[in-house]
């Protein structure tokens, strides 16, 4: 009993560590294909990941082409890395389908695709300048200029 009351005041503290270690990386642009953004270390909550965004938005501009008036941009995690395009095989009846996946044509070798359940944010431009923003918590809805609104479901 002596040794686990050592023992977790360790482990509590260097869990804690491993939290604030992993929060305090840089995001990491790993890819960009078209309107999908492909990154790793992305802020944990919806703020964070729209705040990103706003600050990072003209370096994607200018560096990646990518327009922030697009009308959709797609940011994805990259923990898994290019996938091959195969059913599932987790699956409890096993079939043909890989629409679990989103395959870029562009790349020429056999890993070329992420899993679409990997999406950590979906922006999505309007003619009138506003944006709305999908991420884990909800929607949210910006006009230009205006304040950030979580929508009613």
């Keep these: 009993m002596k040794k686990v009351r050592k023992f977790f005041p360790a482990l509590v503290v260097l869990s804690w560590l491993y ?4 929060m305090l990386q840089p995001v990491e642009i790993v890819a960009v294909h078209q309107n999908h953004i492909l990154v790793r270390h992305f802020p944990l909550t919806d703020k964070g990941k729209i705040d990103w965004w706003k600050k990072n938005a ?6 990646y082409a990518i327009d922030p008036k697009a009308a959709t941009i797609n940011i994805w995690d990259f923990r898994d890395g290019y996938q091959t395009e195969r059913p599932d095989e987790n699956t409890f009846f096993p079939d043909k389908d890989t629409s679990y996946l989103l395959c870029f044509k562009e790349i020429k070798e056999a890993e070329r695709c992420i899993k679409k359940e990997n999406i950590l944010l979906y922006l999505r431009s309007g003619a009138d300048g506003a944006t709305w923003y999908r991420g884990d918590k909800g929607a949210y809805y910006q ?4 304040p950030l609104l979580l929508e009613e479901n």
Excluded: I
Aim: net charge positive.
């Design 19 to 22: 939290v604030a270690f992993s």
């Design 58 to 63: 003209a370096l994607l501009k200018t560096r």
């Design 143 to 146: 006009k230009p200029d205006g």
